[in-house]
């Protein structure tokens, strides 16, 4: 089996990140997190930024100790050495890319609808597809596109904040009024989902250079420049409109730019958020494929999604079964129900990356690690317990319908896994004796 082309330098990887977590995400959950949180709602996001951080931390020491491809599966199932506990967490993340890959694909055609009249599920399966065959292509050229999108993007929100602070307001905002504790809590794990992506970077870790020290520099970079970006987005858009009427809106931040600025400035932030969803899409396809990629490699999936192209050096039997299986998502909808269905499932995941570090410290204490998590009482990293706690609290939260979906997705590959995956197990061990 070939190996990938290693092409992606730490600015481009930095891009990557700032272009995973900057997506869908802020442009349509600030409005519904606001009418929870009230004015406090950046408070919700400091919260997010803070358990992210842990979470990146994590994810920067094991991506550092494993750089490869498949990188939760890799991570899990080193530090519990089970085949069942790594395929599930690798289950987990493979599933919930294609979710979210088809749930953006779907607000990109929400989007599209403003600029050409055609069925929004049209809209999200073109651009599901046009993005697969750049993913195809290849990592240089996906990285370079990503990073275009991505400072789009940015330039997006930025504008969003200039409007926001250069907006002259009535009387003073009250950053402090809030619905109350539980709101706070309730819209930082509904914000959540505007944090996830950094854990995907470590899935490209084989198309890194440099990637035992360019890996942890770009994780962190990207989720603290993504953290500041967020609180002064959700600071700045209360003083152009109230939280009610944020909670309201189907568009926040267009709606936000239409006051400020006019329609002229609603039809731009509308233009610059088919950025955000496309690089979203983009990226969650190629972290994707990569997740099958390895996996297969590994032989926990069939052997077909390890195959690289000759030319374009990328899985693209893995591209094409993500592009396959996110089509069929896009018949989801709600992009509330399925972003908490997403965030749950990742907070599964995070729970158990922070438990691996810790585990990993007493297994493999020899092991070199360019990259160490800071704080530590002599083995014992202290910040993945915080992390680890933040994570199960999180699981507490979430209503019963998100709970059961989530439940669903693990059962479904419990069985995909002793119907199919162990009988390979099998099969591959007697053939090796």
Do not use: C
């Not at 481009?12 to 997190?33: F, N, R």
């Not at 089970?82 to 987990?92: K, P, Q, R, Y």
């Not at 989530?406 to 119907?419: D, E, H, N, Q």
Request: proline share 3%.
């Amino acid at each position: 089996m070939s190996e990938l082309n290693r092409n992606m330098s730490l600015f481009h990887l930095i891009m990557y990140g700032v272009g995973l977590i900057l997506g869908a995400g802020i442009y349509v959950l600030i409005g519904e997190a606001a009418g929870l949180a009230g004015n406090a709602v950046w408070i919700s996001f400091l919260i997010g930024s803070i358990v992210a951080v842990f979470a990146g931390l994590s994810y920067a020491e094991l991506a550092a100790l494993f750089p490869k491809a498949a990188a939760e599966y890799v991570f899990v199932k080193n530090a519990f050495r089970s085949n069942f506990i790594a395929f599930t967490v690798g289950w987990l993340t493979s599933i919930t890319s294609m979710i979210t890959a088809a749930t953006v694909g779907l607000g990109f055609g929400g989007y599209l609808v403003g600029f050409i009249d055609i069925p929004i599920v049209i809209g999200a399966i073109v651009i599901l597809g046009v993005l697969s065959i750049i993913s195809f292509v290849g990592i240089r050229e996906s990285s370079w596109m990503n990073t275009i999108f991505a400072i789009i993007t940015i330039a997006g929100l930025v504008m969003v904040i200039v409007l926001g602070f250069s907006y002259e307001v009535k009387e003073p905002v009250d950053y402090l009024q809030t619905t109350g504790i539980s709101g706070i809590v309730l819209a930082f794990v509904l914000i959540f989902f505007a944090f996830i992506g950094f854990e995907d970077m470590a899935n490209i870790a084989e198309e890194v250079k440099r990637p035992a020290k360019n890996l942890p520099r770009g994780i962190l970079l990207a989720v603290l420049i993504t953290g500041v970006i967020y609180i002064l987005v959700s600071i700045s858009v209360l003083r152009v409109m109230t939280w009610e009427e944020l909670g309201q809106s189907s568009a926040p931040l267009a709606d936000v730019a239409n006051r400020a600025f006019g329609e002229n400035g609603s039809f731009t932030l509308s233009a610059i958020a088919l950025f955000a969803t496309a690089s979203t899409i983009l990226i969650t396809l190629i972290a994707g494929a990569r997740m099958l990629y390895g996996m297969a490699r590994d032989g926990s999936l069939p052997k077909v999604f390890g195959r690289i192209h000759s030319k374009t050096r990328t899985p693209w039997m893995a591209v094409i079964a993500i592009f396959v299986i996110s089509t069929g998502f896009t018949l989801i909808g709600d992009i509330v129900i399925v972003a908490n269905i997403v965030v749950f499932a990742i907070v599964i995941t995070f729970a158990m990356i922070n438990l691996a570090v810790i585990i990993l410290r007493y297994t493999k204490p020899n092991e070199p690690r360019p990259f160490r998590v800071p704080i530590n009482i002599g083995k014992f990293p202290v910040l993945p317990l915080f992390g680890l706690a933040a994570t199960l609290y999180m699981i507490t939260q979430f209503d019963l319908q998100v709970i059961l979906s989530g439940v669903g997705i693990v059962v479904l590959g419990a069985i995909v896994y002793f119907t199919y995956i162990k009988r390979l197990e099998k099969i591959h061990s007697e053939s090796n004796k």
